[in-house]
């Protein structure tokens, strides 16, 4: 099944705890002061489980969670990093699909890439715009917001650096942003995950499995990261209180549904205020003429309309 982003359980981040079938249903076992509790989840009714840090699943809790279409995904504490997801062999193709269909054409493609950042600036981008030309007007934004906040924030002149070799020397706010980026890439990938799209496939980035994710991640920077990371341009220790504060700021904004709805409108935009549940299907045959058919059938009584059969 699609997220279902307006139930409020679409989404559910789990820490510090052992989930276990038994013979209601999964559990989670919680250790406290007065022993061991035991939490139901509700996993039919979840898009997203998210594995925090000291959590362990038995075999048949995974398989019990892989058989309701519920997509399972190892992250890091708060949810801000994604390691690896486990996708189920029931959850839908319909936006893979989509998403490749776009991303295949270059059109398409391009279309999509011009409502990234007219949804990223909230602008209406002019006809005949060239991707070359959307750089150029997206790193002009940036810069202007760069210098909005260094005043703000009397940073003085900031500058954009991220060098791995050379960590430790970064600045306080560089040092914060390249953190506070990196948690919202896996809160992204977490959402991409569950919607059973490829984080290979980017309309603007390309040449890594994350181009998707970095796509998305962009246009909640100039919301969530950037201020943040000016804020914090005094901290002794940026990169631990970004990791703090976007915790925070994921839980208030609601980020993960949000992320759910702009991927599906970004890929169908003419659909944006109709989303339904598709039936379920286990697997289709596909048909360049008639579209999808059920699978399951033999086909073995109707006329093949070859000359020579290679059987």
């Known amino acids: 099944m699609l997220p279902r982003v307006a139930d409020s359980l679409s989404f559910l981040y789990l820490d510090v705890v052992r989930v276990v079938q038994d013979d209601t249903g999964v559990c989670a076992l919680i250790d406290g002061p007065r022993g061991t509790d035991r939490v139901y989840l509700p996993v039919a009714a979840l898009s997203c489980v998210l594995l925090g840090p000291g959590t362990s699943i038995t075999q048949p809790a995974l398989a019990t969670i892989a058989r309701h279409g519920t997509s399972l995904v190892c992250v890091g504490s708060g949810a801000v990093r994604c390691y690896a997801g486990i996708l189920p062999d029931s959850l839908t193709t319909a936006w893979l699909e989509r998403q490749t269909r776009a991303w295949a054409d270059d059109t398409t493609r391009l279309a999509v890439a011009v409502r990234m950042y007219e949804r990223r600036f909230g602008v209406q981008v002019p006809e005949n715009t060239t991707l070359a030309q959307l750089r150029g007007l997206e790193g002009q934004r940036v810069k202007a917001l760069y210098k909005q906040l260094a005043q703000r924030y009397r940073t003085g002149r900031f500058k954009r650096n991220y060098d791995p070799a050379a960590w430790d020397q970064q600045d306080p706010v560089n040092l914060a942003l390249s953190a506070a980026n990196?948690?919202?890439?896996?809160?992204?990938?977490?959402?991409?995950?569950?919607?059973?799209?490829?984080?290979?496939?980017?309309?603007?980035?390309a040449g890594t499995q994350h181009a998707f994710v970095y796509d998305i991640a962009d246009l909640y920077k100039a919301e969530v990261t950037i201020p943040l990371a000016f804020s914090l341009h005094a901290a002794t220790d940026p990169e631990r209180e970004a990791r703090l504060r976007l915790r925070d700021q994921f839980r208030l904004l609601r980020l993960l549904p949000r992320i759910v709805i702009d991927i599906q409108n970004l890929l169908d935009p003419d659909n944006?205020?109709?989303?339904?549940?598709?039936?379920?299907?286990?697997?289709?045959?596909?048909?360049?003429?008639v579209g999808p058919v059920p699978a399951g059938v033999n086909y073995g009584n109707e006329p093949a309309d070859l000359e020579e059969s290679p059987w």
């Open 182 to 205: 990196a948690c919202l890439y896996g809160v992204v990938h977490a959402a991409v995950l569950a919607l059973g799209c490829s984080p290979a496939l980017g309309f603007i980035h």
């Open 272 to 289: 944006a205020t109709s989303r339904t549940t598709p039936k379920e299907t286990l697997v289709e045959l596909w048909d360049p003429v």
